[in-house]
């Protein structure tokens, strides 16, 4: 059974970083994501790394300023946001995918329960 657990949402003013986690349990897929969802949005991809080879992928809006990288052992990927920005404001979720680096939601398997991020101006 697969399980993603993300933590580490909260509310921050711009220009400030926060640092999202994202636990795994069950079995190994090739592509960890990253995507975000505003309110009367649709949910957008943000960021992914290839487990094995840590290939990553970002979307546009967010190279540069936001990180994402992954811990082996503990099987957790993390989302490091810097210079965040009031537009970053959303729900983040964490997702698994058997493709290579999709950024297409529905290539994605299994989705965390979303944890939000706020970002004041």
């Known amino acids: 059974q697969v399980q993603l657990v993300e933590s580490g949402g909260g509310l921050v003013q711009a220009g400030g970083s926060l640092r999202l986690s994202c636990a795994a349990s069950?079995?190994?897929?090739?592509?960890h994501g990253w995507f975000r969802q505003a309110p009367g949005k649709e949910r957008e991809f943000v960021a992914a790394?290839?487990?094995?080879?840590?290939?990553?992928a970002y979307a546009q809006s967010v190279k540069g300023r936001f990180t994402i990288s992954r811990e082996n052992a503990e099987k957790t990927v993390y989302l490091l946001m810097n210079g965040l920005r009031s537009e970053d404001t959303g729900v983040y979720y964490c997702?698994?995918?058997?493709?290579?680096?999709?950024?297409?939601?529905?290539?994605?398997?299994?989705w965390g329960q979303g944890t939000q991020v706020t970002v004041s101006s």
């Open positions: 997702a698994v995918s058997s493709h290579v680096l999709p950024r297409a939601p529905s290539q994605y398997s299994y």
């Open positions: 069950g079995r190994t897929f090739l592509t």
């Open positions: 790394i290839l487990w094995s080879a840590g290939t990553l």
